[in-house]
Protein backbone atom coordinates (compact mmCIF):
# COMPACT_ATOMS: atom_id res chain seq x y z
CA UNK A 1 0.00 0.00 0.00
CA UNK A 2 2.92 2.15 0.64
CA UNK A 3 4.42 1.64 -2.52
CA UNK A 4 1.30 1.93 -4.30
CA UNK A 5 0.18 5.68 -2.85
CA UNK A 6 4.28 6.87 -3.44
CA UNK A 7 3.55 5.40 -7.18
CA UNK A 8 0.20 5.26 -8.45
CA UNK A 9 -0.78 8.91 -9.72
CA UNK A 10 -4.06 7.77 -9.79
CA UNK A 11 -6.03 5.94 -12.82
CA UNK A 12 -7.10 9.11 -14.70
CA UNK A 13 -3.33 10.58 -14.92
CA UNK A 14 -2.01 7.20 -15.34
CA UNK A 15 -4.08 7.00 -18.51
CA UNK A 16 -3.82 10.57 -19.66
CA UNK A 17 -0.17 10.02 -19.30
CA UNK A 18 -0.13 6.98 -21.39
CA UNK A 19 -2.15 8.38 -23.95
CA UNK A 20 -0.03 11.46 -24.35
CA UNK A 21 3.16 8.91 -25.11
CA UNK A 22 0.87 6.98 -27.78
CA UNK A 23 0.31 10.19 -29.48
CA UNK A 24 3.89 11.39 -29.53
CA UNK A 25 4.67 7.65 -31.20
CA UNK A 26 2.37 9.19 -34.09
CA UNK A 27 5.22 10.78 -35.09
CA UNK A 28 7.40 7.84 -35.68
CA UNK A 29 7.57 6.32 -39.21
CA UNK A 30 5.78 5.29 -40.76
CA UNK A 31 2.63 7.14 -39.18
CA UNK A 32 4.29 10.49 -39.86
CA UNK A 33 1.57 12.13 -37.99
CA UNK A 34 3.90 15.20 -36.63
CA UNK A 35 1.59 17.32 -36.67
CA UNK A 36 -0.13 15.33 -33.58
CA UNK A 37 3.20 14.39 -32.16
CA UNK A 38 4.19 17.95 -31.34
CA UNK A 39 1.83 18.90 -29.60
CA UNK A 40 1.38 15.78 -27.32
CA UNK A 41 4.45 16.28 -26.33
CA UNK A 42 4.17 19.61 -25.29
CA UNK A 43 0.81 18.11 -23.25
CA UNK A 44 3.05 15.26 -21.71
CA UNK A 45 5.77 17.53 -20.94
CA UNK A 46 3.65 20.37 -19.32
CA UNK A 47 2.14 17.12 -17.31
CA UNK A 48 5.54 16.27 -15.59
CA UNK A 49 6.74 19.63 -15.04
CA UNK A 50 3.69 20.12 -12.81
CA UNK A 51 4.60 17.37 -10.46
CA UNK A 52 6.29 18.45 -7.24
CA UNK A 53 7.26 14.90 -6.12
CA UNK A 54 10.08 12.84 -8.13
CA UNK A 55 8.73 9.98 -7.51
CA UNK A 56 5.20 10.83 -8.80
CA UNK A 57 6.99 12.18 -11.78
CA UNK A 58 8.80 8.82 -12.14
CA UNK A 59 4.96 7.33 -12.68
CA UNK A 60 3.69 9.30 -14.93
CA UNK A 61 6.79 9.08 -16.94
CA UNK A 62 6.92 5.58 -16.44
CA UNK A 63 2.97 5.34 -17.99
CA UNK A 64 3.75 7.65 -21.09
CA UNK A 65 6.91 5.66 -21.93
CA UNK A 66 4.72 2.18 -22.13
CA UNK A 67 2.02 4.35 -23.99
CA UNK A 68 4.91 5.53 -26.48
CA UNK A 69 6.95 2.69 -27.03
CA UNK A 70 4.17 0.01 -26.30
CA UNK A 71 3.09 1.72 -29.79
CA UNK A 72 5.73 2.86 -31.57
CA UNK A 73 7.54 -1.08 -31.53
CA UNK A 74 4.57 -2.79 -31.64
CA UNK A 75 5.98 -4.73 -34.26
CA UNK A 76 7.97 -6.83 -31.61
CA UNK A 77 5.20 -8.93 -31.29
CA UNK A 78 5.86 -10.69 -35.06
CA UNK A 79 8.71 -13.04 -33.94
CA UNK A 80 6.65 -14.57 -31.65
CA UNK A 81 3.72 -15.50 -34.90
CA UNK A 82 6.72 -16.93 -36.72
CA UNK A 83 5.51 -20.01 -35.07
CA UNK A 84 2.40 -19.46 -33.25
CA UNK A 85 1.33 -22.77 -31.54
CA UNK A 86 4.64 -22.75 -29.94
CA UNK A 87 5.95 -18.83 -28.88
CA UNK A 88 2.61 -16.68 -29.11
CA UNK A 89 1.60 -17.19 -26.01
CA UNK A 90 4.35 -14.80 -25.01
CA UNK A 91 3.74 -11.82 -27.19
CA UNK A 92 1.65 -9.92 -25.06
CA UNK A 93 4.60 -10.38 -21.97
CA UNK A 94 7.18 -9.05 -24.81
CA UNK A 95 4.92 -6.07 -25.63
CA UNK A 96 4.44 -5.16 -21.94
CA UNK A 97 8.24 -5.33 -20.59
CA UNK A 98 9.64 -3.83 -23.63
CA UNK A 99 6.74 -0.88 -22.92
CA UNK A 100 7.46 -0.53 -19.44
CA UNK A 101 11.23 -1.39 -19.58
CA UNK A 102 12.08 0.88 -22.13
CA UNK A 103 9.33 3.57 -20.39
CA UNK A 104 12.21 2.96 -17.30
CA UNK A 105 14.47 5.47 -18.89
CA UNK A 106 12.03 8.36 -19.73
CA UNK A 107 10.98 8.08 -16.22
CA UNK A 108 14.32 7.60 -14.73
CA UNK A 109 15.14 11.28 -16.67
CA UNK A 110 11.35 12.73 -15.23
CA UNK A 111 12.69 12.00 -11.35
CA UNK A 112 15.61 13.59 -11.75
CA UNK A 113 14.59 16.98 -13.36
CA UNK A 114 12.03 16.63 -10.39
CA UNK A 115 14.55 16.30 -8.15
CA UNK A 116 16.26 18.92 -9.30
CA UNK A 117 14.22 21.76 -9.71
CA UNK A 118 10.23 23.05 -9.22
CA UNK A 119 7.57 23.25 -10.69
CA UNK A 120 7.99 25.85 -13.48
CA UNK A 121 9.85 26.99 -16.39
CA UNK A 122 13.33 25.10 -14.96
CA UNK A 123 12.02 21.90 -14.55
CA UNK A 124 10.97 22.06 -18.37
CA UNK A 125 14.10 22.97 -19.18
CA UNK A 126 15.65 20.32 -17.08
CA UNK A 127 12.99 17.73 -18.57
CA UNK A 128 14.32 18.50 -21.98
CA UNK A 129 17.95 17.97 -21.48
CA UNK A 130 16.91 15.03 -19.29
CA UNK A 131 14.69 12.87 -21.55
CA UNK A 132 17.33 14.11 -24.42
CA UNK A 133 20.30 12.45 -22.25
CA UNK A 134 17.54 8.99 -21.61
CA UNK A 135 18.06 8.63 -25.53
CA UNK A 136 21.80 8.78 -25.44
CA UNK A 137 22.00 6.78 -22.73
CA UNK A 138 19.37 4.24 -24.26
CA UNK A 139 21.51 3.80 -27.03
CA UNK A 140 24.61 2.49 -25.42
CA UNK A 141 23.06 1.09 -22.40
CA UNK A 142 23.15 -2.77 -22.06
CA UNK A 143 24.13 -3.00 -26.09
CA UNK A 144 22.26 0.45 -26.33
CA UNK A 145 18.70 0.13 -28.59
CA UNK A 146 18.08 4.08 -29.94
CA UNK A 147 14.94 2.78 -31.39
CA UNK A 148 11.97 4.93 -31.68
CA UNK A 149 13.72 8.21 -30.06
CA UNK A 150 13.11 11.71 -30.23
CA UNK A 151 14.87 12.61 -32.78
CA UNK A 152 13.25 10.04 -35.22
CA UNK A 153 10.54 12.28 -35.32
CA UNK A 154 11.92 14.70 -38.56
CA UNK A 155 12.41 11.38 -40.76
CA UNK A 156 10.73 11.48 -43.93
CA UNK A 157 10.60 14.78 -43.83
CA UNK A 158 12.99 17.45 -44.93
CA UNK A 159 13.86 18.48 -41.04
CA UNK A 160 15.62 15.00 -41.24
CA UNK A 161 18.63 16.80 -42.97
CA UNK A 162 19.49 18.09 -39.82
CA UNK A 163 21.14 15.29 -38.76
CA UNK A 164 24.07 16.06 -41.09
CA UNK A 165 24.71 18.81 -38.34
CA UNK A 166 23.97 17.12 -35.33
CA UNK A 167 23.00 13.89 -36.09
CA UNK A 168 19.38 11.75 -34.56
CA UNK A 169 20.31 12.46 -31.08
CA UNK A 170 21.12 16.06 -31.77
CA UNK A 171 17.82 15.91 -33.51
CA UNK A 172 15.85 14.61 -30.70
CA UNK A 173 17.13 17.60 -28.25
CA UNK A 174 15.71 19.87 -30.75
CA UNK A 175 12.39 18.28 -30.98
CA UNK A 176 12.49 18.68 -26.75
CA UNK A 177 13.45 21.97 -27.15
CA UNK A 178 10.71 23.48 -29.46
CA UNK A 179 8.19 21.27 -27.16
CA UNK A 180 9.56 23.51 -24.25
CA UNK A 181 8.99 27.06 -25.87
CA UNK A 182 5.76 27.43 -26.16
CA UNK A 183 5.25 26.39 -22.44
CA UNK A 184 7.79 28.32 -21.15
CA UNK A 185 7.05 31.35 -23.07
CA UNK A 186 4.04 30.97 -25.20
CA UNK A 187 3.50 33.80 -27.61
CA UNK A 188 7.16 34.30 -28.27
CA UNK A 189 8.18 30.76 -27.68
CA UNK A 190 5.45 29.33 -30.19
CA UNK A 191 6.53 32.03 -32.82
CA UNK A 192 10.22 30.65 -32.38
CA UNK A 193 9.38 26.98 -32.54
CA UNK A 194 7.44 27.51 -35.53
CA UNK A 195 9.75 29.75 -37.19
CA UNK A 196 12.77 26.94 -36.60
CA UNK A 197 10.41 24.29 -38.08
CA UNK A 198 9.66 26.17 -40.81
CA UNK A 199 13.41 26.85 -41.01
CA UNK A 200 14.34 23.22 -41.03
CA UNK A 201 12.44 22.20 -43.20
CA UNK A 202 13.41 24.87 -45.61
CA UNK A 203 17.06 24.50 -45.45
CA UNK A 204 16.50 20.56 -45.49
CA UNK A 205 14.19 20.93 -48.83
CA UNK A 206 17.17 22.93 -50.02
CA UNK A 207 20.25 20.49 -49.09
CA UNK A 208 18.15 17.04 -50.37
CA UNK A 209 19.07 18.61 -53.79
CA UNK A 210 23.05 18.54 -53.00
CA UNK A 211 25.20 17.93 -55.88
CA UNK A 212 27.37 14.61 -54.56
CA UNK A 213 30.82 13.97 -56.02
CA UNK A 214 30.78 11.34 -59.50
CA UNK A 215 29.64 8.31 -58.64
CA UNK A 216 32.24 5.10 -58.73
CA UNK A 217 30.45 3.71 -62.03
CA UNK A 218 29.93 0.45 -60.89
CA UNK A 219 26.28 -0.91 -60.77
CA UNK A 220 24.96 -3.67 -57.96
CA UNK A 221 21.65 -5.68 -58.13
CA UNK A 222 19.79 -5.87 -55.02
CA UNK A 223 18.59 -9.34 -54.94
CA UNK A 224 15.28 -9.83 -52.87
CA UNK A 225 13.62 -13.19 -52.42
CA UNK A 226 11.08 -12.35 -50.22
CA UNK A 227 10.79 -15.87 -48.41
CA UNK A 228 8.57 -16.37 -45.57
CA UNK A 229 10.24 -16.19 -42.63
CA UNK A 230 8.69 -19.44 -41.21
CA UNK A 231 9.94 -21.15 -44.38
CA UNK A 232 13.21 -20.06 -44.25
CA UNK A 233 14.59 -22.77 -42.50
CA UNK A 234 12.62 -25.43 -43.83
CA UNK A 235 15.22 -28.41 -44.90
CA UNK A 236 12.17 -29.16 -47.25
CA UNK A 237 12.73 -25.70 -48.89
CA UNK A 238 15.95 -25.03 -48.63
CA UNK A 239 16.82 -26.20 -51.97
CA UNK A 240 13.84 -23.79 -53.62
CA UNK A 241 15.24 -20.82 -51.92
CA UNK A 242 18.17 -21.11 -53.10
CA UNK A 243 17.46 -21.83 -56.32
CA UNK A 244 14.97 -18.91 -56.26
CA UNK A 245 18.11 -16.61 -55.16
CA UNK A 246 20.27 -18.05 -58.00
CA UNK A 247 17.23 -17.54 -60.66
CA UNK A 248 16.73 -13.66 -59.29
CA UNK A 249 20.69 -13.44 -60.15
CA UNK A 250 21.01 -13.93 -63.31
CA UNK A 251 17.87 -12.60 -64.73
CA UNK A 252 18.38 -10.13 -67.70
CA UNK A 253 19.63 -6.35 -66.67
CA UNK A 254 17.60 -4.14 -66.63
CA UNK A 255 19.88 -1.44 -68.32
CA UNK A 256 23.79 -1.88 -67.76
CA UNK A 257 24.72 -4.85 -66.69
CA UNK A 258 25.93 -5.12 -63.05
CA UNK A 259 29.19 -5.49 -61.36
CA UNK A 260 27.76 -7.10 -58.50
CA UNK A 261 25.17 -9.03 -56.85
CA UNK A 262 23.96 -8.75 -53.00
CA UNK A 263 21.86 -10.99 -50.92
CA UNK A 264 20.25 -10.11 -48.17
CA UNK A 265 21.32 -11.31 -44.33
CA UNK A 266 21.25 -14.86 -44.12
CA UNK A 267 20.43 -15.82 -47.20
CA UNK A 268 22.04 -19.32 -47.80
CA UNK A 269 19.81 -21.74 -45.96
CA UNK A 270 22.27 -24.09 -45.68
CA UNK A 271 26.22 -24.13 -44.60
CA UNK A 272 28.99 -23.00 -47.05
CA UNK A 273 31.90 -24.29 -47.84
CA UNK A 274 35.04 -22.71 -50.03
CA UNK A 275 34.75 -24.62 -53.89
CA UNK A 276 32.05 -26.74 -52.86
CA UNK A 277 28.32 -27.23 -53.75
CA UNK A 278 26.43 -23.76 -53.05
CA UNK A 279 29.25 -21.67 -53.75
CA UNK A 280 30.12 -23.32 -56.69
CA UNK A 281 27.35 -22.85 -58.08
CA UNK A 282 27.35 -18.85 -56.52
CA UNK A 283 30.93 -18.75 -58.39
CA UNK A 284 29.36 -19.93 -62.16
CA UNK A 285 26.70 -16.78 -62.27
CA UNK A 286 29.23 -14.85 -64.42
CA UNK A 287 29.60 -12.03 -61.89
CA UNK A 288 30.46 -12.04 -58.39
CA UNK A 289 27.69 -12.19 -54.93
CA UNK A 290 28.08 -10.77 -51.71
CA UNK A 291 25.72 -13.02 -49.50
CA UNK A 292 24.90 -13.37 -46.01
CA UNK A 293 25.46 -16.53 -44.65
CA UNK A 294 26.72 -18.42 -41.70
CA UNK A 295 30.01 -18.78 -41.43
CA UNK A 296 31.06 -21.84 -39.62
CA UNK A 297 34.47 -22.74 -37.42
CA UNK A 298 34.54 -25.76 -35.24
CA UNK A 299 31.91 -25.35 -32.24
CA UNK A 300 31.91 -21.20 -33.18
CA UNK A 301 29.33 -19.28 -35.44
CA UNK A 302 29.50 -15.92 -37.00
CA UNK A 303 26.46 -13.77 -38.89
CA UNK A 304 28.69 -12.86 -41.78
CA UNK A 305 28.66 -11.31 -45.01
CA UNK A 306 31.47 -12.62 -48.26
CA UNK A 307 32.47 -12.21 -51.91
CA UNK A 308 31.94 -15.38 -53.56
CA UNK A 309 33.64 -15.76 -57.27
CA UNK A 310 34.47 -18.21 -59.36
CA UNK A 311 35.65 -21.56 -59.07
CA UNK A 312 33.27 -21.36 -55.41
CA UNK A 313 35.98 -18.64 -53.91
CA UNK A 314 35.09 -16.86 -50.50
CA UNK A 315 36.91 -13.24 -50.67
CA UNK A 316 36.78 -11.21 -49.17
CA UNK A 317 34.19 -10.99 -45.55
CA UNK A 318 32.39 -9.41 -42.89
CA UNK A 319 31.23 -10.71 -39.55
CA UNK A 320 28.58 -9.05 -37.73
CA UNK A 321 29.90 -7.15 -34.06
CA UNK A 322 26.98 -6.29 -32.73
CA UNK A 323 25.09 -8.79 -32.48
CA UNK A 324 21.24 -8.71 -30.85
CA UNK A 325 20.91 -10.05 -26.71
CA UNK A 326 18.96 -13.20 -26.27
CA UNK A 327 18.51 -12.74 -30.26
CA UNK A 328 21.63 -13.85 -31.59
CA UNK A 329 23.80 -14.85 -28.25
CA UNK A 330 23.24 -14.77 -24.74
CA UNK A 331 24.77 -12.17 -22.77
CA UNK A 332 27.66 -13.24 -20.32
CA UNK A 333 27.38 -16.97 -21.98
CA UNK A 334 30.95 -17.57 -22.05
CA UNK A 335 31.42 -16.22 -18.82
CA UNK A 336 29.30 -18.90 -17.72
CA UNK A 337 31.09 -21.74 -19.42
CA UNK A 338 34.60 -20.62 -18.75
CA UNK A 339 33.44 -19.64 -14.71
CA UNK A 340 31.31 -22.78 -14.35
CA UNK A 341 31.41 -24.80 -17.42
CA UNK A 342 27.87 -23.80 -18.17
CA UNK A 343 27.49 -24.94 -21.97
CA UNK A 344 23.63 -23.87 -22.55
CA UNK A 345 24.27 -20.68 -23.44
CA UNK A 346 27.82 -20.08 -24.81
CA UNK A 347 28.84 -19.03 -28.43
CA UNK A 348 31.71 -21.03 -28.27
CA UNK A 349 29.93 -24.15 -27.47
CA UNK A 350 27.77 -23.36 -30.68
CA UNK A 351 25.07 -21.81 -28.66
CA UNK A 352 24.45 -18.63 -30.64
CA UNK A 353 26.68 -16.89 -32.63
CA UNK A 354 29.81 -15.12 -32.34
CA UNK A 355 30.86 -11.57 -32.51
CA UNK A 356 33.05 -10.02 -34.94
CA UNK A 357 36.45 -8.80 -34.54
CA UNK A 358 35.78 -5.20 -35.48
CA UNK A 359 34.41 -2.87 -37.98
CA UNK A 360 36.76 -2.60 -41.11
CA UNK A 361 35.95 -2.17 -44.83
CA UNK A 362 35.19 -4.46 -47.39
CA UNK A 363 36.65 -3.65 -51.07
CA UNK A 364 34.04 -4.71 -53.59
CA UNK A 365 35.99 -4.36 -56.67
CA UNK A 366 36.48 -2.04 -58.90
CA UNK A 367 33.44 0.66 -59.80
CA UNK A 368 32.68 0.07 -56.06
CA UNK A 369 35.38 0.29 -53.77
CA UNK A 370 35.54 0.10 -50.28
CA UNK A 371 32.27 -0.11 -48.26
CA UNK A 372 31.17 0.05 -44.67
CA UNK A 373 29.23 -3.99 -44.37
CA UNK A 374 26.49 -3.53 -41.48
CA UNK A 375 24.22 -6.65 -40.76
CA UNK A 376 20.54 -6.19 -39.72
CA UNK A 377 19.98 -3.83 -36.74
CA UNK A 378 23.60 -2.54 -36.67
CA UNK A 379 22.39 0.34 -38.88
CA UNK A 380 20.87 1.26 -36.02
CA UNK A 381 24.23 2.61 -34.12
CA UNK A 382 25.10 5.97 -35.25
CA UNK A 383 28.45 5.68 -33.86
CA UNK A 384 29.47 2.55 -35.20
CA UNK A 385 28.55 3.25 -38.71
CA UNK A 386 31.91 5.20 -39.20
CA UNK A 387 35.38 3.97 -39.58
CA UNK A 388 39.05 5.33 -39.20
CA UNK A 389 39.39 5.34 -42.68
CA UNK A 390 36.06 6.96 -44.69
CA UNK A 391 34.27 4.29 -46.79
CA UNK A 392 32.45 5.12 -50.09
CA UNK A 393 29.26 3.96 -49.27
CA UNK A 394 27.13 2.00 -46.81
CA UNK A 395 26.26 -1.26 -47.03
CA UNK A 396 23.42 -2.83 -45.13
CA UNK A 397 21.92 -6.68 -45.68
CA UNK A 398 18.53 -7.87 -43.45
CA UNK A 399 16.28 -10.63 -43.00
CA UNK A 400 13.52 -7.71 -41.55
CA UNK A 401 11.23 -10.68 -42.27
CA UNK A 402 11.04 -10.97 -38.57
CA UNK A 403 9.61 -7.50 -38.15
CA UNK A 404 6.04 -8.35 -39.97
CA UNK A 405 5.18 -5.75 -42.52
CA UNK A 406 3.26 -2.67 -41.21
CA UNK A 407 5.87 -0.84 -38.61
CA UNK A 408 9.29 -2.25 -37.70
CA UNK A 409 10.44 -3.10 -41.57
CA UNK A 410 9.59 0.54 -42.43
CA UNK A 411 11.18 2.63 -39.49
CA UNK A 412 14.41 0.20 -39.43
CA UNK A 413 14.67 1.46 -43.14
CA UNK A 414 14.24 4.98 -42.00
CA UNK A 415 17.15 4.61 -39.72
CA UNK A 416 19.25 3.22 -42.37
CA UNK A 417 18.64 6.49 -44.08
CA UNK A 418 19.28 8.62 -41.58
CA UNK A 419 22.55 7.02 -41.22
CA UNK A 420 23.42 7.96 -44.66
CA UNK A 421 22.49 11.46 -43.95
CA UNK A 422 24.53 11.71 -40.64
CA UNK A 423 27.73 10.12 -42.69
CA UNK A 424 27.10 11.84 -46.12
CA UNK A 425 27.32 8.23 -47.92
CA UNK A 426 25.28 6.84 -50.12
CA UNK A 427 23.61 3.33 -48.86
CA UNK A 428 22.82 0.31 -50.44
CA UNK A 429 20.43 -2.24 -48.41
CA UNK A 430 18.60 -5.53 -49.05
CA UNK A 431 16.28 -7.20 -46.94
CA UNK A 432 14.82 -10.52 -47.33
CA UNK A 433 11.49 -8.96 -48.00
CA UNK A 434 11.92 -5.83 -48.36
CA UNK A 435 12.79 -2.97 -47.70
CA UNK A 436 15.46 -2.55 -50.55
CA UNK A 437 16.90 -0.10 -51.84
CA UNK A 438 19.67 2.31 -53.34
CA UNK A 439 19.68 5.88 -51.29
CA UNK A 440 21.46 8.68 -52.22
CA UNK A 441 24.68 10.45 -49.71
CA UNK A 442 21.57 12.77 -48.97
CA UNK A 443 18.79 10.11 -47.69
CA UNK A 444 16.61 9.96 -51.30
CA UNK A 445 15.74 7.08 -53.20
CA UNK A 446 17.92 7.11 -55.59
CA UNK A 447 17.12 5.93 -59.65
CA UNK A 448 17.80 2.72 -60.72
CA UNK A 449 19.22 2.04 -64.44
CA UNK A 450 15.86 2.35 -66.08
CA UNK A 451 15.51 5.82 -63.90
CA UNK A 452 12.90 4.15 -62.06
CA UNK A 453 12.92 4.56 -58.06
CA UNK A 454 15.42 2.39 -57.03
CA UNK A 455 13.37 0.01 -53.99
CA UNK A 456 11.83 -2.79 -53.54
CA UNK A 457 8.79 -2.66 -51.15
CA UNK A 458 7.56 -5.21 -48.36
CA UNK A 459 6.75 -8.91 -50.08
CA UNK A 460 7.79 -8.03 -53.48
CA UNK A 461 9.92 -10.36 -54.71
CA UNK A 462 12.33 -8.99 -57.54
CA UNK A 463 15.90 -7.21 -58.30
CA UNK A 464 17.25 -3.38 -58.54
CA UNK A 465 19.82 -2.66 -60.95
CA UNK A 466 21.58 0.81 -59.96
CA UNK A 467 24.47 2.71 -60.42
CA UNK A 468 26.42 3.11 -57.15
CA UNK A 469 25.71 7.07 -56.05
CA UNK A 470 28.40 9.83 -54.95
CA UNK A 471 29.64 10.77 -51.72
CA UNK A 472 29.37 14.49 -50.35
CA UNK A 473 32.41 15.41 -47.99
CA UNK A 474 31.90 14.66 -44.32
CA UNK A 475 29.07 16.52 -42.83
CA UNK A 476 29.83 17.82 -39.01
CA UNK A 477 28.05 15.28 -37.47
CA UNK A 478 30.52 12.48 -39.42
CA UNK A 479 33.51 14.48 -37.73
CA UNK A 480 32.72 15.32 -34.43
CA UNK A 481 30.05 13.03 -33.38
CA UNK A 482 27.69 13.14 -30.17
CA UNK A 483 30.34 14.71 -28.01
CA UNK A 484 29.10 18.29 -28.45
CA UNK A 485 26.11 17.53 -27.79
CA UNK A 486 26.68 15.67 -24.02
CA UNK A 487 28.39 18.07 -22.84
CA UNK A 488 25.63 20.84 -24.04
CA UNK A 489 23.00 18.70 -22.54
CA UNK A 490 25.00 18.07 -18.89
CA UNK A 491 25.97 21.66 -18.38
CA UNK A 492 22.27 22.79 -19.02
CA UNK A 493 21.28 20.32 -16.84
CA UNK A 494 23.63 21.23 -14.08
CA UNK A 495 22.93 24.42 -14.42
CA UNK A 496 18.62 24.34 -14.30
CA UNK A 497 19.44 21.89 -11.16
CA UNK A 498 21.77 24.74 -9.81
CA UNK A 499 19.47 27.28 -10.07
CA UNK A 500 16.77 25.61 -9.15
CA UNK A 501 18.61 24.76 -5.82
CA UNK A 502 19.20 28.79 -5.28
CA UNK A 503 15.64 29.23 -5.87
CA UNK A 504 14.41 26.08 -2.97
CA UNK A 505 17.05 28.36 -0.58
CA UNK A 506 15.91 31.77 -0.95
Excluded at 13 to 27: D, E, M
Excluded at 240 to 251: I, K, P, Q, R
Excluded at 474 to 501: E, F, H, Q, T
Aim: glycine residues 14%.
Amino acid sequence: MVLRRWLWPGRGLAALAFGLGAAVALGQVPFGLQVLALPALCGLLHLLSREAAASRAFALALFAGAGHFGLALNWIVNPFFVDPWVHGWMAPFAVVLLAFGLGLFWAGAAAIAAALTGPGRLRLMALAAALALADLLRGHVFTGFPWALFGHIPLDTPAEQMAALIGGYGMGAVVLALAVLPLCWPRAGTAGALAVVAAALFWGHARQGLEAGPPPGGVVRLVQPAVVQSLKWDPQEARATFDGLLELTVAPPQGARPDLAIWPETAVPFLLAEGEGAALAMGALGLPVAAGYQRVEGDRAWNSLAIFGPGGSIGQSYDKIHLVPFGEYIPFGDLAFRLFGLRAFAAQQGFGYTAGEGARLVDFGPGLGDARVLICYEAIFPGEVGTPERSGWLLQVTNDAWFGTLTGPWQHFALARLRAIEQGLPLVRVANTGVSAVVTATGQVAVDTTDAPAILGMGARGVVDAALPGVLPPPPYARIGDLPLIVVLLAGLALAGLAGRGRMAT
